[in-house]
């Protein structure tokens, strides 16, 4: 077992799976940000959106929470019109995807979790929310699926074997669940 650490701006970041460096950078750069500016909305999204594709999915989660709940139609606006100028970016559908899944919109999110995969198919964290909304609208035999697809992907993304586990407690497959959720804390352990 392998662990991806690298040292940026100061900073040592650790995980069970390869993080490419720039997204890493990108999260350095957001962290000093939000340390200058906690309650900014837009300091706050970035934030949480360079979290979640890294794979820091509770870091993210816990920054989103952070967020006026109305930022959403600022994200969905900001980001359709930066899609328009940069077709090919695909951190722009990935962060709309959250605007839409936040205004209620979660089959538009898919949509645009499903655009990032074509624009760059290696974002296993996109595969990884696709699962989640999915889960969240109770499909979970699509949520399983697309988890499985992650984990092909990266088998050692602690934030997909949590949803796949959960889905698998959904369906009262509890050996599965408790697998998965072993395989959580090892993989928690090494971070």
């Avoid at 993304?157 to 586990?165: D, F, N, T, V």
């Amino acid at each position: 077992m392998w662990i991806f650490s690298v040292m940026l701006s100061g900073c040592l970041f650790a995980f069970p799976y390869y993080v490419a460096p720039d997204i890493l950078e990108e999260v350095a750069v957001n962290e000093r940000l939000y340390a200058v500016s906690p309650t900014s909305n837009e300091v706050l999204f970035d934030l949480a959106m360079s979290y979640a594709y890294s794979g820091q999915i509770l870091n993210g989660w816990t920054t989103l929470k952070k967020l006026d709940k109305s930022y959403s139609s600022v994200v969905i606006d900001l980001y359709t019109e930066k899609m328009k100028e940069s077709p090919d970016e695909w951190r722009y559908p990935f962060k709309l995807a959250f605007g839409y899944f936040f205004a209620g919109e979660k089959v538009k999110a898919i949509q645009l979790f499903e655009q990032v995969l074509r624009i760059n198919p290696d974002q296993v964290w996109a595969v990884g929310f696709i699962a989640l909304v999915y889960g969240e609208m109770g499909r979970v035999d699509e949520a399983i699926s697309y988890c499985k697809k992650g984990l092909a992907m990266e088998p050692n993304a602690p934030g997909i074997h949590l949803l796949l586990a959960e889905g698998y407690r959904k369906k009262k497959k509890y050996f599965k669940a408790f697998k998965h959720f072993l395989i959580v804390g090892r993989l928690e352990a090494q971070d």
